[in-house]
């Protein structure tokens, strides 16, 4: 099983950036599909980004070409860079390793705890 562990998270302004990152131990990191999901209260888990083989990606439309995912095999981190943020980008954020590339949270076996992005308008 792989273990994941997020941080990057924090208050930024709207227009601002953050990068997270989710370092992951365990398993062979190199085989597994990693994303990025994001809770808000009172609302579902949604997807927001993932990446396998560290070339293919897919990306939610609501983030599309603000935010950017990329792995480190050698280091088993995935980082998201996130750019343009808005108020509505505001949510605990998860890291998850799964087999397959999906935008199903049920897709995905391992989650990190989640980080906390707080953006102000």
């Known amino acids: 099983q792989v273990q994941l562990v997020e941080s990057g998270g924090g208050l930024v302004q709207a227009g601002g950036s953050l990068r997270l990152s989710c370092a992951a131990s365990?398993?062979?990191?190199?085989?597994?599909?990693t994303a990025w999901f994001r809770q808000a209260p009172g609302r579902e888990r949604e997807f927001v980004s993932a990446?396998?083989?560290?070339?293919?990606?897919d990306y939610a439309n609501s983030v599309k070409g603000r935010f950017t995912v990329s792995r480190d095999n050698a280091s088993a981190t995935v980082y998201l860079q996130m750019n343009s943020l808005k108020p509505e980008d505001t949510a605990v954020y998860y890291c998850?390793?799964?087999?397959?590339?999906?935008?199903?949270?049920?897709?995905?076996?391992?989650w990190g705890q989640g980080t906390q992005v707080t953006v102000s308008s």
């Open positions: 998850a390793a799964g087999l397959r590339l999906s935008q199903q949270p049920r897709a995905y076996t391992a």
């Open positions: 365990g398993r062979t990191f190199s085989n597994y599909a």
């Open positions: 990446i396998i083989w560290s070339s293919i990606t």
